[in-house]
């Protein structure tokens, strides 16, 4: 077994990183709140209808568009999102499921990879394989069909 070499706590200037060495640039108040203001808001470029407010809808469709994350569309990606909106790119979305009670008929889930409401669950049988014992038919399909069969064989 071999004794433990004793580890040194000093802290050296080497170990210390440049950036937090540097002195921190001096903001004015009212920055700072400006800042904290307009930081909950998306850009106008979200605003396909141009009336000046970026709807739920208009942010999460430019959302969609902002290729590279910065949170505003440029040019080009504005052209794409206001083409797709023409074509009815917004119809392939469920909107309104916030607003609505939480009423059984309204349900929509994801199934296995399947979009289904409440009262179709048809899909999702789609996404499951066919099995080969699913093909036969039972001998016996109700309780009384049992009750029958039964009474017959102790006869």
Not at 7 to 30: C, F, G
Not at 128 to 154: A, D, G, M, V
């Amino acid at each position: 077994c071999q004794a433990k070499t004793p580890v040194s706590h000093s802290i050296t200037a080497q170990d210390i990183p440049e950036s937090w060495l540097r002195e921190m640039p001096q903001i004015a108040r009212s920055e700072i709140l400006k800042a904290k203001r307009t930081a909950g808001f998306p850009d106008l470029t979200y605003d396909f209808d141009n009336d000046g407010v970026v709807s739920p809808r208009e942010y999460v469709v430019g959302r969609r568009f902002d290729k590279n994350g910065d949170g505003r569309l440029e040019a080009g990606e504005r052209k794409e999102a206001l083409r797709a909106l023409e074509e009815g790119y917004e119809e392939s979305f469920v909107w309104g499921l916030d607003k609505s009670k939480p009423v059984k008929e309204r349900r929509v889930l994801q199934v296995r990879g399947k979009v289904v409401d409440g009262d179709d669950f048809l899909p999702v049988s789609e996404s499951y394989p066919r099995l080969l014992l699913s093909r036969n038919q039972p001998l016996i399909t109700s309780l009384s069909e049992l009750k029958i069969k039964r009474r017959k064989e102790i006869r």
